[in-house]
């Protein structure tokens, strides 16, 4: 299928083609915040280049600078088993970049005090007051075992957001015991629909998460898990409301992202994207159904959102938490949420970095990853930049220093994800040609 693509410049004849796509963010000519036309074209070249060989189904992509919108391309299909070309406005499914969504809601309710960081969760989900710990041992034989201990101590809101709290995920953890007390509770499906634990009522949710053992002792290790899933169920405790009307109102409303949520309405089915075929199996990947209102809005891996509205998210934490007038977070709770949380005192088995690129040098703030330094990971950046992607191929950052928002969407899930991260990275950044001075917010 020929790509259809804009190329964002003052004289370009098909600019008026943005009005169909979602209100993203004002549009620049590229050379205005230091971007090459030129160089941001490769971006569409070689992500077309990947849709004609039949590896990627198509994609939206969104590249801002200066809080301005300088690049958008829509290629490939909307769908693999039809005829209609993808639009501007796609709907996706995000998987875990709700995380950085629910982290957010988290951080709006510190800044009322209505939780701290430092809190136990068991303050407002009592079950976890006494989770204990599953230990591992072998025999001679090398026979693997599971006994538990005490927990030395609990969990806090703040190792949810960071993924320190000893959850785990069952499609990832190589605990046996863990992973049966995950499936034994509707956590986790073997054999069945990745990473969907959205059937199960939130009461539910957290009696079989307090039930199951925990993969390490709090605070301890960086394991990536249930634990936005979690701290999902803790901001409805704390706010007194459901997650996604929570996040409706703080979050989704004032930013204008009226395409984000955890289900999509029947009138706006037609713009939901579809994934493309498994190389493995010759099926179609499976992926979660979104088409109606689910038991639990899960923080982990629930909702669904488009390029545009996840665009003005991201460029409200670059802006310090403000957009257009709106604030939603102060720019001292971004500025935590975007620090490096793990230190010296937390291991890291699998770097966030390695997980999400297969590159090492990031770290984990609350909520996405951070970079370290300038150097060592295999990509191009800045320290401080941040970052998170989704299961079905979705991936945004945000680079401070550089001034760039930048918003991949696909739905492919597969080997070939941080293949394709780490290539819009380079792309998006090769296209920087001129530091031009910060323009203000």
Not at 118 to 143: C, H, I, M, Q
Not at 271 to 298: C, F, H, K, W
């Amino acid at each position: 299928m020929p790509a259809r693509t804009l190329l964002l410049s003052a004289v370009l004849a098909g600019a008026h083609a943005l009005a169909a796509a979602a209100q993203a963010l004002p549009t620049t000519d590229p050379a205005a915040v230091g971007m090459s036309v030129e160089r941001l074209a490769r971006i569409d070249a070689a992500f077309q280049a990947e849709i004609d060989k039949g590896a990627l189904p198509g994609a939206v992509i969104m590249v801002a600078r200066d809080g301005q919108l300088a690049h958008v391309a829509a290629l490939g299909a909307q769908n693999p088993a039809g005829n209609a070309p993808m639009g501007e406005d796609g709907v996706f499914r995000i998987y875990s970049m709700t995380k950085p969504l629910v982290s957010v809601a988290a951080m709006i309710l510190m800044e009322e005090a209505k939780l701290q960081l430092t809190d136990p969760v068991s303050k407002f989900l009592p079950e976890f007051a006494s989770t204990p710990v599953s230990v591992a041992s072998a025999n001679v034989y090398g026979t693997v075992s599971y006994a538990t201990v005490p927990a030395a101590r609990q969990m806090t809101v703040q190792d949810l957001l960071r993924h320190t709290s000893g959850l785990a995920y069952g499609e990832l953890t190589g605990n046996a015991a863990v992973k049966a007390a995950y499936a034994e509770g509707g956590l986790f499906n073997p054999g069945g629909m990745a990473f969907d634990a959205r059937s199960v009522e939130p009461a539910a949710q957290v009696a079989a998460l307090a039930k199951a053992p925990l993969v390490h002792q709090p605070g301890t290790v960086w394991e990536y898990s249930l634990a936005s899933d979690l701290l999902g169920r803790v901001v409805e405790a704390a706010s007194g409301q459901r997650l996604g009307d929570f996040l409706e109102a703080r979050v989704f409303a004032p930013l204008g992202m009226d395409d984000t949520g955890f289900f999509v309405d029947e009138d706006e089915a037609m713009r939901l994207v579809e994934p493309g075929v498994d190389p493995a199996t010759g099926q179609p990947y499976a992926m979660i159904d979104v088409s109606q209102q689910p038991a639990n809005d899960s923080g982990g891996a629930g909702a669904v959102s488009t390029a545009g509205d996840y665009l003005r998210f991201t460029q409200m934490l670059l802006n310090g938490g403000a957009l257009d007038g709106t604030r939603i977070l102060s720019p001292t709770s971004v500025k935590l949420m975007t620090s490096d949380h793990l230190g010296d005192r937390i291991a890291q088995p699998v770097e966030p970095g390695e997980l999400l690129m297969g590159v090492p040098g990031y770290s984990f703030g609350l909520g996405f990853m951070v970079r370290e330094q300038d150097g060592v990971a295999g990509v191009p950046g800045s320290q401080g930049e941040f970052m998170w992607a989704g299961y079905g191929g979705t991936f945004f950052w945000a680079d401070p220093e550089e001034r760039i928002a930048a918003v991949l969407m696909t739905q492919q899930p597969g080997a070939t994800r941080a293949y394709y991260r780490r290539m819009i990275k380079q792309l998006v950044h090769q296209a920087v040609v001129d530091e031009t001075p910060a323009m203000a917010n």
